[in-house]
Structures are given as C-alpha cells and as structure tokens.
C-alpha cells in the first residue's frame, strides 16, 4: 500500500537534458525543489549525422542523483521509474562497450534497403507500427554494420538501466520505438529482424512491465537510501508524457510540445482499430498501445526563433492569433516519417516590409499548430469522434500565446496539464498504475480566433504542398 509521504525517484532521458526529479508516489506531483538538471548539446555534423555522447550523458545523470543526495532528497523513495527518448542506438563491442556515441532520432544516416517485390510494407507497418524509415533500427542496423564490427545494439535507456542494476534489459515501450517490435506478441518481429541483418540476442531482452531490479553495489553504496529500491523498466517518452498529461483512454488526445511535439492516444492494444498509414503505434506497457503522429519542429522552433529574432518575449506580443500575413511551414527540422521531407526545408510565404519580429514567431507557431492539427483530424476519423484534447509540456507551459493558438486552431475546448514534467509524471504512473488528471486550466475557443484561422487553412495547405514538392524533386 503506497503511503502519502512515500516518494518517486523519476530519470527522464531527453535529447537536450537529463534529469532526475522527486514525485509524489500518491499522485506523481513533484517534490518542490527536489529536481536535477543536466544539459545536453548533441553534436551535429555534416553528413546527417546528431550524435550525444554516452558517457558525458550517464555522468551527468549520476551527478544529477548526487545532487538530490546531498539536498536530502533520495530519503523516503520507494521506486525508480524513467521516461526517455525513443529511437536512440549504440553499437556495442562483445564485451557491452560502446563501440559509436549514441544515435538520435534525428540523425540522418542509414543505408537503402533493397527488398524483394514480396516485401509489403503496409502489412509490415501494420504489425510493428513503424515504416522502413532512417529512424529505426531495421535501417540503423545495416548502416552501423557497415561502418563497425559490432556483437549487439541497444538504446540509451538499455544502457542506463544496465549501468544503475547491472542487467539490459529493455522495456516493451523502448523496444517498440526500434521499429522491431511485433506490436501484438510484445515480443520481436522476425521480419523486421531479418530485415535488420540481426538475431534476437544481439539485442535487449524484452522484459515485462513488471519487471524489477535493484542498483548495483556499487551505487548502493553512493546512495544508501536507494539501497533494495525497485527500478522500473523505461517507458518511451511520447507514452509517458500522454499518460502524465492525463491523456490515458481512448477518448482524449494529448498533444505534448517539448523539443519535438506530437499528438496521440492511449488505447488498449487488444481490438486496437487498424492502423493509418499515416500513423504510427508504439507500445505503452504490456496492456497499452499509443497511436499518433509526431513533428520536429515544436518547442525547437520556438526557442531558435526567439534567440534568432532576439525577441524580449517567448510570445508573439500584439499579434491575434491568425492574423500574421505570412504563412511559415516549419519544416526546419524536417518531417518524421512516412512523409520525406529533409531537414531545412522551412520556408515563408507572403513576406513582407510591414512584417514584424513578432508576426514572424506568430507565423510559425500558426504553422506549427495546423502540423499538430493534421495528425488531431486522423485520430479524430480512427476513434470515431472528435476526441477531447489535453495540452502538456514545457513548449506549452511557456506560451500562453501558443496554447490559445492550438485551441483556436483545433476549435473545440482544451486543458491544460499543470505540471511541466509530463514525461518523468507519466513514467510514474504506469509503473504505479496511476491516473493523473491534468489540473489545469480549462481553454475555450475564441470565436474570432478559430474564425481567422479557417481563413488561414486552405491558404496554409497550399503553400505547404508547395514546400513538399519543391523539397522532395
């Protein structure tokens, strides 16, 4: 039985931070004071390649668990839970020892597939959720063959859980953002490992949700309080942050804006509808899938604009939500898959001398939210309804602009999750089998906004065809 003044330890393994933080075992509400932050540069080169590297991210990890040691917070903690990135890869020699940095989700590189004509990738898509896209490891896998000699592969999160308990293991959450995964069994696709060039011992057994382990001696020792606590296998980041915004049935949708933003619902994986092309699924834990789409530019784009335009504010000050004249498709950083947009293909339509530093950002964001607003129509059309929305992350807790902005552009009501940490929340509560509400402030649609912005859409989709077209020839 979980008592009030029992407490969370939450890892959560993002792209450019690494933090560990203090919740609440009753409701997954952090500890005032109680977190940990180390910052991440990945390293981005010519060529594709977005890289972090391994051990500058577990030290700075650990010294994040330090940290909260010598503030007195590690006492009173009852499990381990973490939230991280999906998608990541290191090729590893035969002894476990990384043999590249990690490989991030937005790295470039990998190598063409050339299948037989009995290959179908829709039933292929179907099964495992995913596409024989550069973002997973059916294609990671023969790219890093062909530049190393690697025994085995597993992701940052398989590697840190392997450093705090020493096993690898990974999770059923982690194991299908590797695009491996048969999404129905739990366990991995033949096809896709066949694919890939690999067996299923070069890689992380899976293990269940209830899994367990324990730290190893030698962080028992540099923790004490920490000593026989149970570690929880990784939850993948897009799963955990729906769940600690309160997105957790079939009914609401979460969209959470973060580096990345993305829009999806959690439903049971048993009579789960058919899959869209256009959507991916991945596995929330054992009983639990995800189905969503996801975008790369979001709270990227937003803090790059900011510094770019040297604004004093996040918000796009004395601009109406639609009403910027220029139509901006962030395509700065790309799509995610199935469209193939490269990285840099953003542009701006309709600019001109009366445009403001501030309508720039508005533009954007506009933009932004009708990307996000694509993927909210396809849900609605695969659950049957106009789903109910809730709003999470630190992209949506830093502009009140914005969050007016996604509610006017999805005409119809939202709320907002009040807790910043959606991902390290979320982890909490499937480990715990928690169901937090958002608790945020509940937004209606401005007439006038959602007006505007009805104008705006057609003319916003046929510049975006445009910027497909001329960055895919």
Same mark, same amino acid.
């Given at each position: 039985?979980?008592?009030?003044?029992?407490?969370?330890?939450?890892?959560?393994?993002?792209?450019?931070?690494?933090?560990?933080?203090?919740?609440?075992?009753?409701?997954?509400?952090?500890?005032?004071?109680?977190?940990?932050?180390?910052?991440?540069?990945?390293?981005?080169?010519?060529?594709?390649?977005?890289t972090l590297d391994l051990h500058e991210y577990v030290e700075g990890l650990l010294g994040c668990l330090d940290e909260l040691e010598q503030n007195g917070h590690l006492d009173g903690i009852t499990a381990v839970v973490l939230s991280s990135q999906w998608h990541s890869i290191v090729a590893l020699d035969n002894k476990g020892a990384a043999l590249t940095p990690v490989v991030t989700w937005a790295d470039?590189?990998?190598?063409?597939l050339e299948l037989g004509p009995s290959f179908d990738e829709r039933a292929f898509h179907a099964r495992t959720g995913a596409w024989l896209h550069r973002l997973y490891w059916t294609r990671r896998i023969p790219w890093l063959m062909s530049e190393v000699s690697p025994a085995g592969f597993a992701g940052l999160p398989d590697l840190v859980l392997e450093r705090l308990t020493g096993e690898r293991v990974?999770?059923?959450?982690?194991?299908?953002?590797?695009?491996?995964?048969?999404?129905?069994?739990?366990?991995?696709?033949?096809?896709?490992?066949?694919?890939?060039?690999?067996?299923?011992?070069?890689?992380?057994?899976?293990?269940?949700?209830?899994?367990?382990?324990?730290?190893?001696?030698?962080?028992?020792?540099?923790?004490?309080?920490?000593?026989?606590?149970?570690?929880? #296998? =990784?939850?993948?980041?897009?799963?955990? *942050?729906? +769940?600690?915004? /309160?997105?957790?049935?079939?009914?609401? @949708? %979460?969209?959470?804006?973060?580096?990345?933003?993305?829009?999806?619902?959690?439903?049971?994986?048993?009579?789960?509808?058919?899959?869209?092309?256009?959507?991916?699924?991945?596995?929330?834990?054992?009983?639990?899938?995800?189905?969503?789409?996801?975008?790369?530019?979001?709270?990227?784009?937003?803090?790059?604009?900011?510094?770019?335009?040297?604004?004093?504010?996040?918000?796009?000050?004395?601009?109406?939500?639609?009403?910027?004249?220029?139509?901006?498709?962030?395509?700065?950083?790309?799509?995610? #898959? =199935?469209?193939?947009?490269?990285?840099? *293909?953003? +542009?701006?339509? /309709?600019?001109?001398?009366?445009?403001? @530093? %501030?309508?720039?950002?508005?533009?954007?964001?506009?933009?932004?939210?009708?990307?996000?607003?694509?993927?909210?129509?396809?849900?609605?059309?695969?659950?049957?309804?106009?789903?109910?929305?809730?709003?999470?992350?630190?992209?949506?807790?830093?502009?009140?602009?914005?969050?007016?902005?996604?509610?006017?552009?999805?005409?119809?009501?939202?709320?907002?999750?009040?807790?910043?940490?959606?991902?390290?929340?979320?982890?909490?509560?499937?480990?715990?089998?928690?169901?937090?509400?958002?608790?945020?402030?509940?937004?209606?649609?401005?007439?006038?906004?959602?007006?505007?912005?009805?104008?705006?859409?057609?003319?916003?989709?046929?510049?975006?065809?445009?910027?497909?077209?001329?960055?895919?020839?």
């Amino acid at each position: 039985m979980t008592r009030t003044d029992d407490r969370v330890l939450a890892l959560d393994l993002g792209t450019s931070s690494a933090r560990a933080l203090v919740l609440s075992a009753a409701d997954a509400a952090p500890i005032e004071g109680a977190l940990a932050r180390h910052k991440i540069s990945p390293t981005y080169s010519t060529g594709g390649s977005a890289t972090l590297d391994l051990h500058e991210y577990v030290e700075g990890l650990l010294g994040c668990l330090d940290e909260l040691e010598q503030n007195g917070h590690l006492d009173g903690i009852t499990a381990v839970v973490l939230s991280s990135q999906w998608h990541s890869i290191v090729a590893l020699d035969n002894k476990g020892a990384a043999l590249t940095p990690v490989v991030t989700w937005a790295d470039t590189r990998s190598v063409d597939l050339e299948l037989g004509p009995s290959f179908d990738e829709r039933a292929f898509h179907a099964r495992t959720g995913a596409w024989l896209h550069r973002l997973y490891w059916t294609r990671r896998i023969p790219w890093l063959m062909s530049e190393v000699s690697p025994a085995g592969f597993a992701g940052l999160p398989d590697l840190v859980l392997e450093r705090l308990t020493g096993e690898r293991v990974t999770s059923v959450s982690i194991a299908s953002g590797t695009g491996t995964l048969d999404l129905a069994s739990g366990g991995y696709d033949a096809e896709a490992l066949d694919i890939a060039g690999v067996k299923a011992d070069r890689l992380p057994s899976i293990v269940p949700t209830g899994w367990t382990g324990t730290l190893s001696r030698e962080y028992s020792r540099r923790w004490p309080g920490l000593v026989g606590v149970p570690v929880h #296998p =990784p939850t993948g980041d897009g799963a955990a *942050s729906n +769940v600690g915004s /309160g997105g957790f049935d079939s009914g609401t @949708a %979460a969209v959470t804006v973060g580096t990345s933003a993305a829009v999806r619902v959690v439903h049971p994986i048993a009579d789960a509808p058919e899959l869209p092309w256009e959507l991916w699924r991945y596995r929330v834990d054992d009983q639990r899938a995800v189905t969503g789409m996801a975008f790369s530019a979001a709270g990227n784009l937003h803090a790059w604009l900011t510094e770019v335009l040297q604004l004093d504010s996040p918000e796009p000050t004395g601009v109406e939500v639609g009403s910027a004249k220029a139509i901006a498709i962030p395509f700065m950083a790309g799509t995610r #898959p =199935p469209a193939t947009v490269p990285s840099g *293909s953003g +542009v701006y339509f /309709g600019l001109s001398f009366d445009d403001s @530093a %501030a309508d720039l950002l508005a533009a954007a964001l506009q933009g932004a939210s009708l990307e996000i607003d694509r993927g909210l129509r396809l849900l609605d059309s695969l659950f049957g309804r106009d789903l109910d929305v809730v709003l999470g992350g630190g992209g949506i807790d830093a502009s009140a602009w914005w969050r007016r902005c996604l509610t006017a552009t999805f005409a119809r009501p939202t709320t907002v999750c009040a807790e910043p940490e959606v991902g390290a929340r979320g982890a909490a509560a499937v480990a715990l089998g928690l169901s937090p509400a958002p608790g945020g402030e509940h937004l209606t649609p401005v007439d006038e906004d959602v007006a505007r912005l009805a104008v705006l859409r057609p003319r916003y989709e046929r510049f975006r065809d445009l910027a497909v077209q001329a960055a895919t020839d």
